[in-house]
């Protein structure tokens, strides 16, 4: 039986996700007076960024590590069940924390008038 070593897995999980990232948002220019926009563009970077991705890692890691292992059971092999549940739930999970901070800082920037592109 393997044992799992949660730090580095959270580590490489998060690495993963972060190159997964979509990029950021794509701003139609016409009319836009840069100043303002890089002053809102911070802004609203600041408001992403309270989405919390490396705990969404976490606690999908540790609830895909109990699915796992259960079903390492039916099998006889619950190191490995609970490693790949836990690789598949804190990968999702990281992914889908990063899609909502990416969708928080459109939203943002939409919100102060900015037309996004993507």
């Not at 007076?33 to 969404?56: F, Q």
């Amino acid at each position: 039986m393997q044992k799992l070593n949660i730090p580095l897995f959270v580590a490489i999980t998060a690495m993963a996700t972060a190159c997964a990232a979509h990029p950021d948002p794509i701003v139609d220019m016409q009319g836009v007076n840069p100043e303002r926009l890089a002053r809102d563009w911070e802004d609203c970077r600041g408001y992403s960024e309270e989405v919390k991705v490396s705990k969404g890692v976490v606690k999908g890691a540790g609830t895909g590590a109990g699915v796992g292992a259960i079903g390492g059971i039916i099998n006889g092999e619950v190191g490995r069940g609970a490693a790949t549940g836990a690789l598949i739930g804190g990968t999702r999970s990281g992914l889908d924390a990063d899609r909502v901070r990416q969708n928080v800082f459109k939203r943002c920037l939409r919100g102060r008038g900015y037309r996004i592109l993507n």
